[in-house]
């Protein structure tokens, strides 16, 4: 069985069931190559997208200031100014963004004092506005302010200003088209990656006529709208800033793996199912399923997943013309990361080392020959699948690349 529900692992063991000395030991390695790959030039972008994926993320929102920057190539030298009040009384999206911040009340830390969170919903309401008067080819979307109150809570205003506009010029690009033909694209990922891992939870899903509508709220936040936990949201932006921007839909693929017996004891037609999967459970075991989502992306890349999640696979969406940043190396493209990391744990597994050491996820029991074979490729990539991988992966650097022409 794919990652079943289990009471014994949550959002509050300490990280897979690591001991608390074990952990604090790690930690403090982590940090110090945190720090080593900040110091050297140019910066080890490599080992940050590493440090970002990798068990507990960064750690702390100290860290993230430094390396958020990094992971989107943002320059902190020159960080944008406050804009002025005329683009609050000129703007068109206005009453609307004011509107969606004032509903944003449990994005704040509980106890935080009024006067405090009123001053950080203005600074809210002028960073978006900030970005979309920069940037009139993007258009607001209900749900945009989830994602720039974590940065802002994060990074403080001129930083997390930044930072926005670069994220949202490129991984949200496809959100804040006029029209949401390719975030519904997108949505059309998720069923062609469930049904590669378990076809019972797919059967049974196409039965009910769920459909994607559930994971929309998931997608279009980075998950900071359903989540209620701030380190849990803080967590995945850790992991969805160093990686490629479908990673989302392959994370909110394993959180439907994760229910499967939920979802298979559910009534099958589309209310009941809907119902259960829009309730998200807080208790998610998000080590696990971070790592496995990893997991999926490399042997389920974007690219052959195309036909199936749309009939004409768009070539203007910022996930098929991801370039990541002109980075220098292409060592440090996500896909190389993601891959060097699979590569070490199945060294430590074949050293005899625990899983929980090996930080390896349980993999499912194959329930069809097409499945097993597939499945068998997660203990170690061999040199096909590499192949595979390296030929689909068309988002490395490339300078000459016009992302939104």
């Known amino acids: 069985m794919y990652l079943k529900k289990s009471k014994s692992v949550g959002a509050s063991s300490p990280l ?20 080593q790959a900040l110091s050297v030039t140019p910066v080890d972008v490599a080992a940050l997208r590493r440090m970002a994926i990798s068990e507990g993320g960064l750690l702390t929102d100290e860290i993230r200031c430094k390396v958020w920057p990094k992971l989107l190539n943002v320059h902190t030298d020159n960080l944008p100014e406050k804009p002025g009040e005329d683009l609050r009384e000129n703007h068109k999206d206005y009453h609307q963004v004011l509107l969606d911040v004032r509903r944003s009340l449990r994005r704040f830390p ?110 279009i936040t980075w998950f900071g709208h359903v989540l ?22 392959y994370f909110a693929a394993v959180i439907v793996l994760y229910r499967e017996e939920e979802v298979l004891e559910c009534e099958c037609d589309m209310a009941s199912v809907h119902h259960l999967l829009s309730q998200i459970p807080q208790d998610l075991p998000y080590e696990t399923l971070i790592s496995r989502a990893g997991d999926l992306f490399v042997q389920f890349p974007p690219s052959e997943l195309a036909r199936e999640a749309a009939q004409q696979y768009s070539q203007q969406t910022a996930a098929s013309t991801f370039k990541d940043f002109e980075l220098a190396s292409a060592q440090q493209r996500p896909d190389m990361v993601l891959r060097r990391r699979r590569k070490e744990q199945a060294a430590l597994a074949a050293q005899g080392q625990s899983h929980a050491q090996a930080m390896v996820v349980a993999r499912p029991r194959a329930k069809r020959f097409v499945r097993l074979a597939v499945m068998g490729l997660t203990v170690a990539l061999g040199a096909a699948a590499l192949a595979v991988v390296n030929t689909a992966l068309e988002w490395a650097p490339k300078l000459d690349l016009q992302l939104f022409p």
Request: charged fraction near 25%; proline fraction near 5%; charge should be negative.
């Open 228 to 249: 209620s936990d701030f380190r849990h949201v803080v967590r995945l932006y850790d992991f969805f800033l160093a990686c490629h921007p479908l990673m989302p839909i």
């Open 16 to 35: 897979n069931g690591i001991g608390k000395q074990d952990w604090d030991s790690r930690r403090k390695r982590k940090v110090a190559e945190i720090s």
């Open 110 to 219: 509980p106890g935080m004092p009024d006067e405090q969170r009123e001053g950080l919903q203005e600074e809210l309401i002028d960073i978006i506005l900030h970005v979309l008067d920069r940037n009139p080819q993007l258009h607001y979307y209900q749900g945009y302010h989830d994602i720039v109150v974590t940065f802002l809570l994060v990074l403080g205003e001129r930083l997390a200003t930044a930072l926005v506009e670069k994220l949202s010029t490129h991984h949200l690009r496809d959100f804040m088209d006029p029209t949401m033909d390719n975030t519904k694209h997108i949505l059309n990922y998720l069923m062609p990656i469930i049904e590669r891992v378990n076809p019972d939870v797919h059967d049974f899903m196409q039965q009910a006529e769920v459909g994607t509508i559930f994971a929309l709220s998931w997608l």
